[in-house]
């Protein structure tokens, strides 16, 4: 068995992870569109087109077909959907996609879909608004009120993400989100309706939460591991604790038997006004699981089990709470 991870950025725990899930029964296989140190931790790597090139997908097929990779896993939002539109010419190869089907990654990758997804199925969400003038009559009508989060409708991390404090101040920092979009690797998702790739979104206040949500390769609900998250560092959890919240796991497994994902879905969510909100979704490991891995489940060994049509030992869905967990900086040099 070999397995190719795409896009796997700075994300050296996660080829470690796999490789340490996969032990000696094949390779772990890496790639990214430019050379970075977690490439070099994989048994082989390789240097992709653009995720967005006509040719990225044709060049995979090449690379799984000469290295004989049984299985894809994508790391970043971007691959998802151009991996989901492409799933049967993978599958026609015997080459399983670990990625969840496109509609459920659309709602995901589209703050906008995610926002309507979640409170036509019950989950409390921010109110959002896809234009300034509707965001203006709400707080005429006092349904909001300032501070104001806008963003990306089509964004990952801290990509033009701004808080707007009064009118004057929303106005020019939407024409900036705008403007980060249009120079950034943002405007391939936003190209389809640029006019609308801007939202605007009621601040949340409260402790910010977590949830690795663990499905089947079917898209059954496995299990929900909580964490509440202690620091933030540009967009991306730095610091949290693994936590046994009966409320969270009702939530984790809600969404998780209802999108029917595949893998993990890495879920923010906010405790606002004595409920738990749910901010985003993203369909994939995220940079809050190294958290959940640190107190003791592990998801890629998990998926390697249920590759090879083996049942999953109930340990490596099994966190132990109260684990704390920090992610630090390390200088390495490429060998």
Not at 154 to 171: F, K, V
Not at 216 to 222: A, D, I, M, Q, V
């Amino acid at each position: 068995m070999n397995i190719l991870l795409t896009s796997v950025g700075r994300r050296s725990y996660m080829v470690n992870y796999f490789k340490e899930a996969l032990a000696d029964q094949g390779e772990i296989h890496a790639a990214n569109s430019v050379e970075t140190y977690s490439l070099g931790l994989a048994d082989k790597y390789v240097i992709t087109p653009l995720i967005y090139d006509n040719n990225y997908i044709d060049f995979l097929l090449d690379y799984c077909i000469k290295h004989k990779i049984t299985s894809v896993i994508p790391l970043f939002d971007i691959d998802l959907p151009i991996l989901a539109r492409n799933k049967k010419i993978f599958s026609d190869l015997n080459i399983q996609l670990i990625v969840s089907d496109f509609q459920i990654i659309e709602i995901c990758n589209d703050k906008w879909l995610t926002y309507n997804y979640l409170t036509s199925n019950g989950f409390k969400s921010p109110l959002t608004f896809l234009s300034i003038n509707d965001a203006l009559k709400a707080i005429n009508r006092t349904e909001i009120n300032y501070p104001l989060i806008i963003k990306p409708r089509w964004g990952m991390g801290s990509i033009g993400i701004y808080e707007a404090d009064n009118e004057e101040e929303l106005l020019i920092l939407y024409r900036k989100t705008l403007n980060s979009i249009k120079n950034s690797y943002l405007k391939y998702e936003s190209y389809q309706d640029m006019d609308k790739s801007v939202i605007v979104q009621e601040k949340l206040s409260g402790d910010e939460y977590g949830l690795d949500i663990f499905n089947s390769l079917k898209g059954e609900f496995l299990t929900c591991v909580p964490k509440i998250k202690l620091a933030m560092r540009a967009g991306e959890t730095d610091s949290s604790e693994i936590i046994n919240d009966r409320n969270l796991h009702s939530i984790g497994e809600k969404l998780g038997s209802i999108t029917m994902h595949i893998g993990n879905l890495d879920v923010d969510c906010y405790f606002h006004r004595n409920e738990f909100y749910i901010l985003e979704m993203n369909c994939r490991f995220g940079g809050q699981y190294p958290f959940s891995h640190l107190a003791g489940v592990n998801f890629p060994k998990a998926i390697v089990e249920m590759l090879k049509n083996n049942d999953i030992n109930a340990t490596l869905l099994t966190p132990s709470y109260g684990t704390k967990g920090f992610k630090d900086i390390i200088p390495v040099v490429m060998k």
